[in-house]
């Protein structure tokens, strides 16, 4: 499957589906919704084998006890929740908007992994599935379903994409506990 925009972003062709402007079918949908947990699989296991892997990474940039079984544990958590996401929204007829919430998510993460390494002047462990992946995903996810939203809904789901990341930042400084 492919996306491709045209230069006035105002039709979208998924492999051989034509759409008109800013419609899309239920099919291409639902098919680009699973890209987010397939993406968010390869970005764990970056995370877990990359370089020093994650945990011993926080440890030594911002001194964040986080075992590898609690990062897992966080990881493992994080995935059914994106994974039900796309469930739901599909059962709940609201799919756009838990796609823009998505391509929301991995933007800003993509964005933190990138910044943080920069600032670090250190690989990260994520940056690779962050740049050549979460930043394209997002960045396509976000332009590509804007038509499809009203403005206020857009914003609204860029807000909570935004929430959703300060609160997994939260969760990981603390370690990965909640409380």
């Known amino acids: 499957m492919h996306l491709i925009f045209?230069?006035?972003?105002?039709?979208?062709?998924?492999?051989?589906?034509?759409?008109?402007?800013?419609?899309?079918?239920?099919?291409?949908i639902y098919l680009w919704?699973?890209?987010?947990?397939?993406?968010?699989?390869?970005?764990?296991?970056?995370?877990?084998?990359?370089?020093?892997?994650?945990?011993?990474?926080?440890f030594r940039i911002r001194g964040v006890h986080l075992s590898p079984a609690r990062f897992l544990a966080a990881q493992s958590i994080g995935f059914?929740?994106?994974?039900?996401g796309v469930i739901l929204a599909r059962q709940f007829n609201f799919p756009q908007t838990m796609l823009l919430i998505l391509g929301t998510i991995v933007l800003v993460?993509?964005?933190?992994?990138?910044?943080?390494?920069?600032?670090?002047h250190s690989y990260g462990p994520g940056l690779y599935s962050s740049v050549f992946i979460w930043i394209p995903l997002?960045?396509?996810?976000?332009?590509?379903f804007k038509r499809g939203v009203s403005r206020r809904r857009y914003w609204l789901c860029v807000g909570i994409g935004v929430g959703i990341n300060g609160l997994i930042g939260v969760i990981t400084m603390r370690g990965g506990r909640l409380v």
Do not use: C, Q
């Not at 059914?80 to 039900?84: D, K």
């Open 6 to 28: 045209n230069s006035a972003l105002d039709s979208v062709t998924f492999s051989r589906m034509k759409t008109r402007p800013g419609r899309l079918t239920d099919k291409s």
């Open 33 to 58: 919704s699973w890209i987010f947990p397939l993406t968010y699989l390869i970005h764990i296991a970056e995370e877990y084998w990359g370089g020093e892997g994650y945990s011993a990474y926080i």
């Open 80 to 84: 059914i929740l994106v994974t039900l």
């Open 109 to 120: 993460n993509g964005l933190t992994h990138s910044l943080t390494s920069l600032t670090a």
């Open 138 to 144: 997002g960045l396509i996810t976000l332009l590509g």
